[in-house]
T-cell receptor
């Protein structure tokens, strides 16, 4: 079974703090993704990475950065947290090869910025 | 610009009846489509997918239909069960820069009534 784990299920941070969200997958997948989910807006892509040290902006990258130093780990960084970054953050991975395109998601991190 | 649309935010169905969830897309470059199911406080889980070269894919109680000319896909669940109550997201993908970009709809909340 593919397993995608996220470092925290719930986080409460203060405005202006630097926040690190970590994601680890155990299936040797090339591709990793960070989304945020908000009511009525579905899943919106923040950043994705298709290889170690490679990253591409998604649809809403402003206020975020990412790091992928190892294949299995993809970190999302909120440089200076703001209240409008309160959301559910979801990490996903996919194999990207052989026509397999299913993404496997972690359990999510509910972040509240006060 | 919403490239993948789920126009029904919610749907209620009696147990044992058919549930039909709909999804429309605008980008003709999409060549693979997926459905995910999400329970509260959990990450989405992959349900079923379909390639653009097919018009139907079936897996147990779940069938996905693709109408390319109408740019429309639907997920049929027969028979519906109370455990199917969840939010369902459709997603569409196409290759970009050598990897896959995923666009998600806003979700449809299905409630199966016992």
């Amino acid at each position: 079974d593919v397993k995608v784990t996220q470092s925290s299920r719930y986080l409460v941070k203060r405005t202006g703090e630097k926040v690190f969200l970590e994601c680890v997958q155990d299936m040797d997948h090339e591709n990793m993704f960070w989304y945020r989910q908000d009511p009525g807006l579905g899943l919106r892509l923040i950043y994705f990475s298709y290889d170690v040290k490679m990253k591409e902006k998604g649809d809403i990258p402003e206020g975020y950065s990412v790091s992928r130093e190892k294949k299995e780990r993809f970190s999302l960084i909120l440089e200076s947290a703001s209240t409008n970054q309160t959301s559910m953050y979801l990490c996903a991975s996919s194999g990207g090869g052989g026509g397999v395109r299913e993404q496997y998601f972690g359990p999510g991190t509910r972040l509240t910025v006060t | 610009d919403q490239q993948v649309k789920q126009n029904s935010p919610s749907l209620s169905v009696q147990e044992g009846r058919i549930s039909i969830l709909n999804c429309d897309y605008t980008n003709s470059m999409f060549d693979y489509f997926l459905w995910y199911k999400k329970y509260p406080a959990e990450g989405p889980t992959f349900l079923i997918s379909i390639s653009s070269i097919k018009d139907k894919n079936e897996d147990g109680r779940f069938t996905v239909f693709l109408n390319k000319s109408a740019k429309h896909l639907s997920l049929h669940i027969v028979p519906s069960q109370p455990g199917d109550s969840a939010v369902y997201f459709c997603a569409a993908t196409h290759t970009t820069s050598g990897t896959y970009k995923y666009i998600f709809g806003t979700g449809t909340r299905l409630k199966v009534l016992a």
